[in-house]
């Protein structure tokens, strides 16, 4: 696995062994950044369920001003700072060791709003229901905010909606898709 594109374009990254992890394919990250290019420049970037840090570190490779990364798994949070320091991007980067949930109060309580937010869950076991119903009404959101949640095929995507979201377009690839998302008009 490596970084695609930008400032650390090339450089090698390092995940951990075993089943923890599921790291994105390079051909379907290399997809997704495409998508999202024309919003990555200057963007405040979550990568939540980081694993590796691959997504968070190939935006801040690419143009993004911040990338915030939350992780529960020790080793996988060692292998993010250890990628951060590989890439020389670390000075732009936070990594959060905890679960989910508690890190994205811990980044509410600390004032931080994104422009993009990207989970990889595990799959299969709704814990992209759980991140969105805590987003809701969260100040991490805005308007212009997307989020991505990459899925398996089977993922159920009929209560986004309900919780105040807007599938704004989805890309399915062989095993797993990306479902991109927008909070619904909120008052400013």
Not at 8 to 13: S, Y
Not at 55 to 69: D, K, N, P, T, Y
Not at 92 to 114: P, Q, T, W
Not at 162 to 188: M, P, S
């Amino acid at each position: 696995m490596r970084v695609i594109a930008g400032s650390a374009r090339r450089i090698q990254l390092k995940t951990i062994e075993g089943l923890d992890t599921r790291p994105t394919t390079d051909r379907i990250k290399e997809t997704l950044f495409n998508m999202i290019q024309d919003r990555l420049i200057r963007s405040r970037f979550l990568d939540c369920f980081a694993g590796s840090g691959a997504i968070g570190i190939e935006a801040l490779s690419r143009g993004a001003s911040q990338a915030v990364f939350i992780e529960h798994n020790q080793k996988a949070a060692e292998c993010i700072r250890e990628n951060l320091a590989k890439t020389r991007l670390e000075e732009n980067a936070l990594v959060i060791k905890r679960d989910a949930l508690a890190g994205l109060r811990s980044l509410e309580e600390k004032g931080y709003c994104f422009d993009i937010i990207f989970m990889d869950p595990p799959y299969d076991h709704q814990w992209e229901k759980k991140v969105l119903a805590c987003l809701a009404d969260s100040k991490l959101v805005s308007n212009e905010t997307l989020i991505i949640v990459e899925a398996s095929l089977k993922t159920d995507l009929s209560y986004w909606e309900e919780a105040g979201f807007e599938i704004i377009r989805c890309k399915n690839y062989k095993t797993n898709k990306h479902v991109f998302l927008q909070a619904q008009k909120r008052d400013a």
